[in-house]
């Protein structure tokens, strides 16, 4: 079984517009090796990759890039939540009504907060953060934050590994899941910063960008219990990072708990 933790889609109706910008942004960016996208960013596409990659069920995340977007994005992931999609909500920091829309959230029954630093400009370790994050962990709403690079803005990293260790520091009781293996791009830092706190790490986005050897030392240094599966998809297939576990060299105890029991004890599914 998997479950995959970090996936995007959008409202039909501007998914195409959506995709259109995202895309330009990461072919113009420089970024190293990136590839077209897999779906054109409908849920319909996004359920049909994970038939064809062999995903159970799947975290769809979205964001809240503008104060104004936050109810009706967290609105419309209520309505396609299902058995197969799990869906995160989303609060902009600048709202001034982001802590009555994380309590709308959870009532909801939205599953936990998305957060970008990049596209909501901020760092991850500003103070006008911790608030937010505070009323997550009372919530009990887990929160998930894009780390490391990113093609937005590739001369600026908005949540490196230590900013996210002081936001651990700071902040103990918040269930904080960190990208792309706890920093895109920035592993070494990982290592040196992160491995063995109480945070979770996703795989999202890693395969081909990180050696073997080093997924699978930070794997294991960090706690196989603190590792999830995830993709990125659309900006990966699923394929990619299944294959990754898969050939990596995990035994297969370790490979049931990241491809799907993390999730579900996170989760309480």
Known sequence: MYIDFHTHAFVDTIAEKAMAKLENTLLTSGYPDCEPPVTRGTVGELLAVMDKSGVDKAVLLPIATKPSQQKTINDWAKSVSSERLICFGSVHPDAEDAFEELERIKALGLKGVKLHPDYQDFFADDEKLFPIYRKCAELGL?????????????????????????????????????????????????????????????????????????????????????????????????????????????????????????????LAL
């Open 142 to 266: 887990p929160v998930i934050l894009h780390a490391g690079l990113d093609a937005l803005s590739m001369d600026c990293i908005h949540c490196t590994p230590q900013m996210s260790a002081r936001v651990l520091d700071e902040i103990p009781e918040m269930t904080l899941i960190l990208a792309h293996l706890g920093g895109n791009e920035v592993w070494d830092d990982v290592e040196k910063y992160l491995v063995g706190r109480n945070v979770y790490l996703d795989t999202a986005f890693i395969a081909g960008h990180i050696s073997d050897q080093q997924a699978l030392r930070i794997f294991r240094n960090h706690g196989i219990d603190k590792i999830l599966f995830a993709s990125d998809c659309p900006w990966h297939t699923p394929a990619k990072e299944k294959a990754m576990l898969e050939r990596i060299g995990l035994s297969e105890s370790e490979l049931e708990a990241v491809s799907h029991k993390n999730a579900e004890k996170l």
